[in-house]
């Protein structure tokens, strides 16, 4: 199951790399697979694919799909984006976009950049408009980044409001994603408020990547002692660990309180993986669970050069 939904979530993604790119027929053939697969992301796929066949000029298709999306999928987030390409295929002459047309939204994109610390009256709200329009998934991108970039309170909100799932899934993982490139207090605060709130696997884990990545190991950490999904947990654990900044006495605790023994690998996982080598082995004579033990063993084995786990080693062979 998880390799299938890596192989959807790869077509996906390499269909709007498609569509950056202007090669509209390829990405059709991307999300084609994507909806053939009925995935989660099949709604969004669905929306991309009128979006490609628009760009072609093939505006009754994408019309016809756009029907599809609302009659399939009748709450789908993707409706209001829908409605936008929608307005726009109705006026097309059914005639493919036009060189004209492409380069205006390279034009776009220049302005885009040239709005980073433009007065945020002034940019928020045409940034505001690209992002609820039918604009490139590189456009949408660039101007949710723009967003991080202006400190203002009136960018803040907007993008926490994504962040929150007020638009497409896609600008909502984008949000999160660059929420924690911030890497600020506030920042922080957000999106733990953000992962308590949500009931969204996906979003979660963007949420606890992004705090990662802002550096917050201990933040991370304490949402694994409260997360109920143990494959949520393992996660927040291995992300934590990344980060360099969790104490090996927090790693340690946290395996006593745990009962779900993946939870208890991803801990041991953790452990190698910073070199606490002399608290695995301090683990591994108290552990009673001997497939745990056999797991710690493993991972000491696999610590070459670390004296307390040769030491170890022998004292095994003894």
């Given at each position: 199951m998880a390799q299938d939904a890596a192989r959807i979530d790869g077509g996906y993604n390499a269909g709007t790399r498609a569509l950056d790119n202007r090669q509209y027929e390829a990405a059709i053939q991307y999300f084609d697979r994507v909806i053939n697969a009925k995935s989660d992301r099949a709604d969004g796929a669905l929306y991309w694919k009128a979006y490609a066949l628009n760009r072609l000029g093939r505006r009754d298709e994408a019309r016809t799909v756009l029907a599809s999306l609302r009659r399939d999928y009748p709450n789908s987030r993707w409706l209001n984006d829908a409605q936008a390409l929608e307005a726009e295929a109705k006026q097309g002459s059914g005639k493919p976009v036009s060189p004209a047309d492409e380069s205006n939204e390279d034009l776009k994109l220049m302005a885009i950049n040239s709005l980073m610390n433009a007065d945020p009256g002034k940019a928020i709200p045409l940034l505001d408009g690209i992002l609820k329009g039918s604009s490139s998934p590189k456009l949408k991108d660039r101007a949710i980044f723009v967003l991080t970039q202006n400190h203002s309170p009136e960018a803040n909100k907007l993008l926490t409001d994504y962040a929150g799932g007020a638009a497409n899934p896609d600008l909502q993982l984008r949000a999160i994603r660059y929420l924690g490139m911030g890497g600020t207090a506030d920042t922080r605060q957000q999106l733990?408020?953000?992962?308590?709130?949500?009931?969204?696997?996906?979003?979660?884990?963007?949420?606890?990547?992004?705090?990662?990545?802002?550096?917050?190991?201990?933040?991370?950490?304490?949402?694994?002692?409260?997360?109920?999904?143990?494959?949520?947990?393992?996660?927040?654990?291995?992300?934590?660990?990344?980060?360099?900044?969790?104490s090996p006495d927090s790693l340690v605790k946290l395996y006593g309180s745990e009962s779900d023994p993946n939870v208890k690998k991803e801990i041991v996982n953790s452990m190698m993986m910073r070199g606490d080598a002399k608290?695995?082995?301090?683990?591994?004579?108290?552990?009673?669970?001997?497939?745990?033990?056999?797991?710690?063993?493993?991972?000491?084995?696999?610590?070459?050069?670390?004296?307390?786990?040769?030491?170890?080693?022998?004292?095994?062979?003894?």
């Open positions: 733990t408020l953000l992962y308590r709130k949500s009931s969204d696997v996906e979003v979660k884990k963007a949420i606890l990547m992004s705090l990662a990545i802002s550096g917050d190991g201990s933040g991370v950490l304490d949402l694994a002692r409260d997360e109920k999904n143990p494959a949520l947990r393992g996660l927040a654990i291995r992300d934590a660990a990344i980060t360099g900044k969790v608290i695995l082995v301090e683990l591994a004579r108290k552990e009673t669970d001997p497939a745990l033990k056999k797991t710690i063993v493993e991972r000491l084995s696999m610590m070459q050069n670390n004296k307390e786990a040769t030491d170890y080693m022998l004292e095994l062979l003894k």
